[in-house]
């Protein structure tokens, strides 16, 4: 069965997220992100199978091995759909902020 993988879904994982942000600071082999976690390395790959489904990561051949990247046009999407919920909370907390520091305890 194939699934179609969602950007949402993939993300929602936190070693995926670690994944990420590992990459994000540079270019990786799987071996070298396998490195950084204390599981097997199949399980890795499955994980970089979904990010590079999703477009999160992309994948360049180098000789014998392959670096996976962000794809910062892909996390550039996710952004600005995010932004306008983070604009929207961001207002909220600081409306709840004015009304704590308004708020005066009865002595």
């Known amino acids: ?6 950007v949402f879904q993939a993300i ?7 994944i990420l942000l590992l990459v994000a600071a540079q270019s990786m082999t799987a071996g070298a992100i396998a490195a950084n976690f204390d599981t097997a390395r199949p ?3 499955k994980h970089l199978q979904i990010l590079t489904a999703c477009e999160l990561l992309k994948q360049e051949q180098n000789g014998r091995e392959i670096y996976y990247h962000l794809n910062a ?10 932004e306008p919920f983070r604009n929207l909370w961001e ?3 600081n ?3 004015q009304i704590m520091q308004s708020y005066k305890p009865k002595e």
Request: proline letters at 3%; glycine letters at 0%; aromatic letters at 6%.
């Open 43 to 45: 399980t890795v790959s």
């Open 1 to 6: 069965m194939n699934l179609r993988r969602d």
């Open 95 to 97: 409306k709840l902020e």
């Open 12 to 18: 929602a994982d936190p070693t995926r997220r670690a």
């Open 73 to 82: 046009v892909k996390m550039k999407e996710v952004a600005d759909f995010l």
């Open 91 to 93: 207002s909220r907390f």
